[in-house]
T-cell receptor, first 113, second 114 residues
């Protein structure tokens, strides 16, 4: 079963707007990662946030983590056409080591030029 | 050159055939993984290997086997392919020694079983 589920499943916004997508998970985690997948291609790592962190930034990306609600959000500011992709959260569980990831179902983001 | 390569990139095969998907990496990572992705779903872990002598089943290993021929090579086999194994298959690597748990993915193999 999927550990993480992203919301919304699909999102379309105008270029320049901010995009927010959410990830909910079921059990305690060691860390949570976000990945991007351009159509049919391999995933690319975006950012990792540890269970003892609440917020992290990387360029136009901002990730938050709320362990009490078992949820994370990914904010992409000032979106660009090149941000069109699917975005996945992935969690690592305390009993399985940090390297064994469980992926969510993904959010498909479309940036309209 | 890509750090993680997969061959073939596309493959169509018939039910009952044996097929091998290959993954090679030049990153020098010990950890390697095989995932499958189905439409509308995230990636699901098939097998993972922490080094040449350490291979472990993932979430959906039934119907699959793997071989870690060397640190740089990790192959996935379907002994007798069936249509519901039609999917996109990804290999990935990681190196957690510096506390970095990021995984590096290959470009994927699109497998169709008819």
């Amino acid at each position: 079963s999927q550990q993480g589920e992203e919301d919304p499943q699909a999102l379309s916004i105008q270029e320049g707007e901010n995009a927010t997508m959410n990830c909910s998970y079921k059990t305690s985690i060691n860390n949570l990662q976000w990945y991007r997948q351009n159509s049919g291609r391999g995933l690319v790592h975006l950012i990792l946030i540890r269970s003892n962190e609440r917020e992290k930034h990387s360029g136009r990306l901002r990730v938050t983590l709320d362990t009490s609600k078992k949820s994370s959000s990914l904010l992409i500011t000032a979106s660009r056409a090149a941000d069109t992709a699917s975005y996945f959260c992935a969690t690592s569980l305390p009993n399985f080591g940090n390297e064994k990831l469980t992926f969510g179902t993904g959010t498909r983001l479309t940036i309209i030029p | 050159d890509a750090d993680v390569t997969q061959t073939p990139r596309n493959r169509i095969t018939k039910t009952g055939k044996r097929i091998m998907l290959e993954c090679s990496q030049t990153k020098g990572h010990d950890r390697m993984y095989w995932y499958r992705q189905d439409p509308g779903l995230g990636l699901r872990l098939i097998y993972y290997s922490f080094d040449v002598k350490d291979i472990n089943k993932g979430e959906i290993s039934d119907g699959y086997s793997v071989s870690r021929q060397a640190q740089a090579k990790f192959s996935l086999s379907l002994e007798s392919a069936i249509p519901n194994q039609t999917a996109l298959y990804f290999c990935a690597t990681s190196d957690p020694r510096q506390g970095n748990y990021e995984q590096y993915f290959g470009p994927g193999t699109r497998l169709t079983v008819t």
